[in-house]
Every structure is written in C-alpha cells, then in structure tokens.
C-alpha cells in the first residue's frame, strides 16, 4: 500500500522555508529504557519485556515574526534499537512548525506554543511503517524563578500499511519542572490518552478470545477489530488494534552536566485500558544524554 503525504504538509513545509536560518540550533539525544510489557499484553505471563536505545537528532530554526511572537520550525530524525524483538527497530524524519505567544514581558509571562508535526515512521516489520500526523498546544506559566507548570493537548493520527497499526488519539496533560539547585531539576506530570493503541498477544491466548473461550463478551469484541499474525514477539504472535483509555505518569529527575548538557532519569508507568474493561499496563525507565550544539 503506497501512503501519500496529505495536504497539511505542504503548509507545514511553507512555515519551514518562511523560518530565517540566522537562528539556528542543533540537538541531540541518546536514551536507553528498560521496558516492562515492551510487548503491550494483556495476560501478564506471556508479557516481553525489552531493552531499547533511541538516538534522536534535531536541527531548530526560529524567527521573531513579532515583539511578543516567534515562528520555530524544526528537522527531526530518530533510530530506535530494541534487543530480542529486532521486527521493532524503526527509522523516522520528520518536520515541526510551532507558533509561540508570549503573553507579556519577563519570565512569569505565560507562553502558548501551538503547532503541528509530520512524520515517516519506518519499521523492519514494514506493516507497521507509516506516516504520523500530530496538532499539538501548550500552555506554560512560570509561578516563581524555579517553579514552571505546563498543560499540554494533542491530536494524532498514524496512517500505517496495514490496518491494525492504523491509529487516531487525543491526549490532554499536566507536567510540573522545578530546580532544586543550579544542576538539579526534578520534573513530573501525568496525561490521559483517548483514542486507539496497538497491542499484542501469544496464540496460546488470542485463540481463546476470537474462539469464545474467555466468554462472548471478550469474543464479540476481539473479533471485531483489525488484527494479524506477525511473529513480532513471537511465533503466532497477533497484533492488533484497540479502543482504550490510557493513563501516563512520569516523574524525571534531570542533572545539567554543562550549560549545553543535560542527563535525565526518567521513570513513567502506562496504565491502558480497552473499551470492554481489559487492561494492559507497561513500565519504563530511561537515561539519557541530551546536548544543544
């Protein structure tokens, strides 16, 4: 299936040459996670769990359209690694166009960013490769010179080359940063995603469900979701799409090695549930290595 670009892009790539490359910045990044229920599985026992390194790179323009507005335009590349499950490892590159609204002068003013972002998303398993439409908003207020609070919503679609990666949700947040000391910062916060999710299971157990062997309820449902047989987690391993709701929370603490430099420890619990009560819960803790060129 070819996947053709829509028409925003072209909007976005607009914004993109409008931005003047006298402001610039280049960013990267390399994380690696330990991941509980990497695999996204219902039934606990059949859960993988996984080991992943990302790199992520991004080179930033910004523009002052405006005393109190500023366009920031960004090229954004990603490589992910995931040991055991290799069919996981993903390439991406993308662009970014954000608009930013400061409310005022000084550092307490309030600041609304809002914007959106394409991405081509590559799998080795290529039926799960596809491009990422996102419209995201946030709204950040510094209380005291230490303390900043952010609230955040998005909007995403994944178009994907075969049906049960196909994916559309809407996420609203809350994130809290406060610096303890000049290298210390301690972050927090915590989002509900509305929307669709892919998850995965063993035969042994999906059998089960499409079969009537976990009851109708469970049966009615599985049986009317795209699904497919990929071996990713496993042979006969199934994966498939879901209506959920799904609760992040996170907690980072981050050290400042140079005025360029930042190492964050990350730890963030998912707690999914699907449109008939099933729940699918996942952890992940992360460090990282972030630098600004």
Same mark, same amino acid.
């Given at each position: 299936m070819r996947l053709t670009p829509p028409l925003f892009t072209i909007a976005l790539a607009t914004l993109l040459a409008a931005v003047s490359a006298r402001a610039h910045d280049f960013r990267?990044?390399?994380?690696?996670?330990y991941a509980e229920n990497f695999s996204r599985t219902s039934f606990a026992p059949t859960a993988k769990d996984a080991k992943l390194g990302d790199f992520d790179a991004a080179y930033v323009h910004a523009k002052q359209l405006a005393p109190n507005w500023t366009l920031i335009a960004a090229l954004e590349g990603n490589a992910e690694a995931v040991s055991r499950f290799s069919a996981m490892n993903r390439l991406g590159a993308g662009a970014r166009a954000t608009l930013r609204h400061k409310f005022g002068l000084g550092p307490m003013a309030p600041v609304l960013d809002a914007g959106?972002?394409?991405?081509?998303?590559n799998f080795r398993e290529s039926g799960r490769s596809g491009w990422r439409e996102e419209a995201f908003a946030s709204l950040s207020q510094r209380f005291t010179e230490n303390w900043?609070?952010?609230?955040?919503?998005? !909007?995403?679609?994944? &178009?994907a080359a075969h049906a049960p990666f196909?994916?559309?949700?809407?996420?609203l947040g809350l994130e809290t940063y406060y610096d303890v000391t000049d290298t210390w910062q301690f972050g927090a916060g915590a989002s509900r995603l509305d929307g669709q999710l892919v998850a995965n299971a063993a035969w042994s157990v999906w059998s089960q469900a499409i079969g009537g062997g976990l009851g109708p309820t469970v049966q009615n449902y599985y049986t009317s979701i795209p699904w497919e047989i990929t071996d990713t987690f496993g042979d006969g391993w199934v994966a498939y799409r879901v209506d959920c709701r799904a609760?992040?929370? !996170?907690?980072?603490? &981050?050290?400042?090695l140079t005025e360029h430099t930042s190492m964050p420890l990350r730890y963030e619990s998912v707690k999914v549930v699907n449109r008939i009560g099933i729940r699918y819960d996942s952890a992940f803790w992360s460090l990282g290595v972030l630098h600004r060129f």
């Open positions: 990267m990044g390399a994380t690696l996670t959106a972002a394409f991405t081509s998303v900043r609070v952010v609230a955040t919503a998005s !909007w995403e679609t994944f &178009t196909d994916t559309h949700a809407r996420r609760d992040f929370r !996170w907690a980072q603490l &981050t050290a400042r």
